[in-house]
């Protein structure tokens, strides 16, 4: 089985702090995502990376940067956090073939607090 | 362009009964489509997929999708709801083109209750 591993489940910070959230997949895949998660307004794609150090912008970048030096590693950072990025983040990570039949496999999701 | 237009915000099931959910889709090209299921504090799970292969899908844990083009519609059944069953369902559409590069569109999801 994919398994996709982020490496908080929970997690507080303060307005103003540089936040890191991690995560990992065991499947050799290509395509690493970070999605946002808000009551209302579904999942929304922040970033995404289909090679070790490429990244693409996906529909809501402002206030976040991706990291990409492994293959298996993606990194989400929120370089000055602020209350309204207060939200649960969800990494997935899928095989290439232009990732168009390739289903996305999902990790638990980080539930970030930001005070 | 790409949309997901789940029907139903929330669906409330009577174990034993048949589970519906509804799903439509708008794809400028021969989309493919899935179906995640979430779970409380938990990430998203595939359920099923349909790849332009056949039009009746089987999924995991009873569930199946018939895709038809002509509705441009992929609803998602079981014919007894489970207790485990309730969860939030996410309809999803994946464009195949060139530039997509995996990126899905997601549904805005549909809650389900089940009662016992």
């Known amino acids: 089985d994919v398994k996709v591993t982020q490496s908080s489940r929970y997690l507080v910070k303060r307005t103003g702090e540089k936040v890191f959230l991690e995560c990992v997949q065991d499947?050799?895949?290509?395509?690493m995502f970070w999605y946002r998660q808000d009551p209302g307004l579904g999942l929304r794609l922040i970033y995404f990376?289909?090679?070790?150090?490429?990244?693409e912008k996906g529909d809501i970048p402002e206030g976040y940067s991706v990291s990409r030096e492994k293959k298996e590693r993606f990194s989400l950072i929120l370089e000055s956090a602020s209350t309204n990025q207060t939200s649960m983040y969800l990494c997935?990570?899928?095989?290439?073939?232009?990732?168009?039949?390739?289903?996305?496999?999902f990790g638990d999701g980080t539930r970030l607090s930001i005070l | 362009a790409q949309s997901v237009t789940q029907l139903d915000s929330h669906v409330s099931v009577s174990e034993g009964t048949p589970v519906l959910l509804r799903c439509n889709y708008s794809s400028s090209y021969s989309p493919s489509l899935f179906w995640y299921v979430q779970h409380p504090n938990k990430g998203l799970q595939l359920l099923l997929k349909y790849t332009s292969a056949a039009t009746l899908v089987k999924g995991i844990n009873g569930f199946e999708a018939e895709f038809k083009k002509s509705e441009t519609s992929f609803h998602l059944t079981k014919p007894s709801a489970h207790m485990s069953d309730a969860a939030e369902y996410f309809c999803v559409v994946s464009d195949k083109t060139t530039d997509s590069w995996g990126k899905l569109q997601f549904g805005a999801g549909t809650q389900v209750v089940v009662t016992p």
């Open positions: 499947m050799d895949h290509e395509n």
């Open positions: 990376s289909y090679d070790v150090k490429m990244k």
């Open positions: 997935a990570s899928s095989s290439l073939d232009r990732g168009r039949d390739q289903p996305q496999h």
